[in-house]
C-alpha cells in the first residue's frame, strides 16, 4: 500500500529508493506506520475542513506539524537547469518514517502557502476527498475529472436516457 502510494504521488524515482522501500514495504514497522499516516490523514481533514470554513488550523496540530517538520528535515541540492539554478528534492527513504518528509512539507505548504478558498471537498457526495483548486478560474469541483466528475456524468446521462425511454 505504502509502496503503490509512494509511486503514485510521484515520490520514488530513483531505481535506489524503489528498491529500499521494497525492503520495507510489509514490515511491520511499515504498517505500524501507515496507522499513523492514517490518523494524521483525518488531522489533516480536520484541520482544511476548518481553513474551508475561514478559520486557522487548531494549535495541537500545528505544534504536531511543527515537531514533524524538525524530525523529518526536506534535504534539497541545487542543480542547473537550462538557463537557471533549480534546487532539487532529494528523497531516498531509507524506513517508513522517512516518508514523513515529503508528507509534512507538502502540509506545511498547504497550511502556509495556499489560498484557504480554493481548498474544497469533492462534489461527489460518495467522496471524501478535498483538493487545492489550481484551476485559472478557481472553479474545479471535483477532486479528479477522471474519476468522480465523470461518474457523475455518466450517472446525469444515465437519468436524461431514462426520463427520455
Ligand atoms: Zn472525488
Redesign the pocket.
Known amino acids: 500500500m505504502l509502496e503503490r502510494w509512494l509511486v503514485a504521488a510521484g515520490l520514488l524515482r530513483s531505481q535506489k529508493a524503489k528498491a529500499q522501500v521494497r525492503a520495507w514495504r510489509d514490515s511491520r514497522q511499515a504498517m505500524a506506520f501507515v496507522h499513523k499516516l492514517i490518523a494524521f490523514r483525518e488531522r489533516l481533514r480536520t484541520a482544511a475542513f476548518r481553513m474551508e470554513g475561514g478559520l486557522l488550523p487548531g494549535d495541537a496540530f500545528l505544534s504536531e506539524v511543527n515537531t514533524l517538520l524538525k524530525l523529518h528535515p526536506e534535504r534539497a541540492n541545487l542543480t542547473k537547469q537550462g538557463a537557471k539554478v533549480v534546487p532539487r528534492r532529494q528523497f531516498e527513504p531509507r524506513t517508513p518514517e522517512d516518508v514523513w518528509t515529503p508528507i509534512v512539507a507538502a502540509t506545511a505548504e498547504l497550511l502556509s502557502e495556499l489560498d484557504p478558498s480554493r481548498i474544497r471537498k ?3 457526495a460518495s ?1 471524501v ?1 478535498h ?1 487545492y483548486d489550481t484551476s485559472k478560474k478557481g472553479s474545479r469541483r ?3 475529472m477522471n ?2 466528475g465523470n461518474r457523475l456524468k455518466v450517472a446525469a446521462y444515465q437519468r436524461r436516457q431514462r426520463l427520455g425511454d
Request: net charge negative; glycine share 0%; aromatic share 18%.
Open positions: 469533492c462534489e461527489s467522496c476527498v483538493f471535483w477532486c479528479s474519476i468522480c
